[in-house]
């Protein structure tokens, strides 16, 4: 649709507001303010979301392996030779013989829960999500007294680098006087990191010699830890590892573990589009309403325009004009607004937070330190389409209206 000077003129001119149809203005001004606030709102929360699932992806999947291969019982044997050939199939990254188990945590000061992951040294070092944020001698992880606590698990236990922690088993030692609890203490070598509450609360690395000891499982390990470079080409590599690791074999992938927390965390996006979306509406429908009272204000100017020549044409690009210039520079307000929220969201809560004194995202809560925030290109582009195609068809019945108003019916009565 192109549209001429003399068109954009007087569309325009329409929008400025005068004493008569100020009130007419004020309504295209909340209609422009409220699909700004809807497009930015939309491009704030799809990238808080989809950084949620991104950190928590990275994080899951940076502490647990891609796939868990388990043996027929509880433990198994000769798995170096297993674990080599699984480092072979293509796309796999890592293979980490490790011996998982639960525990209770003690100190002097406190106790709590935990699970005691037992891994080689060389096998820990060699993922970047333990070792960037390690406080302590990492060189110090061998032998069979040595642990790394979760930064979190170690505060709750009033413990750090250098301190005693005292480990608790509940499968105890058998005993002529009944089952004795299996105690023994270790020392704090270093603490990590995460970024996720769940694990920094509550993860003890062992060395796999000392965890062999202690669980009483010696030349033994509970699973085989799978890292591969593309967690969505699972399902294919799972196959061929199961083929490996015979039909006795268990076989758990990420995405069966924890199909149920991201499909929620799917939904919940889903819906939130929906409902955010209805704020756009409800601005485009201010739109309608503005535009018609503006078309019946300026009734007698639209048949003056046709009776010098103005077609039907003209009059519906003019009006149509006047309400998209309203949805256009609303969609652009909150495009800009939406992406800087979005870019800055972390320092906008710690400023928030430094000036009312409390937290405002709980890490207890939410699982992750900071807001996370991921901008979607596709996405943003989606949604500013989305807030155009309405603004535009808002447009289109006031403009019609205005198009087919007789100038003469328009003329008798003023």
């Known amino acids: 649709m192109v549209f001429d000077a003399f068109e954009r003129m007087v569309a325009f001119r329409y929008l400025r507001a005068r004493r008569k149809e100020g009130f007419i203005s004020v309504i295209a001004g909340f209609s422009l303010l ?75 000061v406190a106790a709590a829960g935990a699970v005691v992951r037992g891994v080689r040294p060389a096998d820990l070092l060699d993922r970047p999500i333990i070792t960037k944020n390690l406080i302590g001698n990492a060189a110090e992880f061998h032998g069979n007294d040595s642990v790394i606590l979760g930064r979190r698990l170690a505060e709750k236990l009033g413990v750090g680098v250098g301190d005693k922690v005292t480990l608790i088993s509940p499968k105890g030692n058998v005993t002529a006087f009944g089952t004795v609890p299996r105690m023994r203490a270790f020392k704090v070598v270093a603490t990590f990191e995460a970024g996720m509450y769940e694990y920094d609360s509550s993860f003890v690395f062992m060395p796999l010699s000392a965890a062999q000891a202690y669980f009483q499982l010696p030349g033994q390990v509970t699973m085989i830890e799978v890292f591969v470079a593309d967690p969505d080409r699972v399902p294919d590599i799972r196959y061929d590892i199961y083929k490996l690791a015979g039909a006795g074999a268990r076989i758990y992938d990420w995405q069966q573990a924890n199909a149920s927390f991201f499909n929620a965390i799917q939904v919940e996006r889903n819906v939130m589009f929906l409902i ?17 009272m503006l078309v019946k204000d300026k009734g007698r100017d639209i048949a003056i325009l046709r009776t010098m020549g ?34 800055h969201i972390e320092q906008i809560r710690q400023f928030i937070q430094g000036i009312i004194g409390r937290d405002l995202f709980a890490a207890e809560i939410y699982f992750l330190t900071q807001i996370p925030a991921r901008i979607d ?10 807030s155009l195609v309405l603004s535009f068809a808002a447009t289109i019945y006031p403009s019609w209206r205005a198009a087919n108003l007789d100038p003469v019916e328009a003329l008798r009565y003023e």
């Open 34 to 108: 409220g699909i700004g606030l809807g497009v930015a709102t939309l491009i704030v929360v799809m990238a808080v979301m989809n950084g949620f699932r991104q950190e928590l992806l990275s994080r899951i999947l940076g502490i647990n392996g891609h796939i868990g291969v388990y043996g027929a019982g509880i433990a198994m044997t000769d798995f170096d030779p297993l674990a080599g050939s699984i480092r072979k199939v293509a796309g796999v990254t890592l293979a980490i013989p490790t011996i998982e188990g639960q525990v209770m945590a003690t100190s002097p």
């Open 310 to 343: 103005a077609t039907r044409g003209m009059i519906m690009r003019i009006f149509f004009l006047s309400g998209a210039s309203v949805g256009v520079a609303g969609t652009l307000f909150g495009l800009l607004l939406g992406v800087w929220f979005a870019s």
């Open 276 to 292: 955010l979306t209805l704020i756009i509406i409800v601005a485009a429908f201010n739109i309608i309403s503005s535009l018609i």
């Open 377 to 386: 290109t596709g996405e943003v582009v989606a949604v500013v389409g989305m």
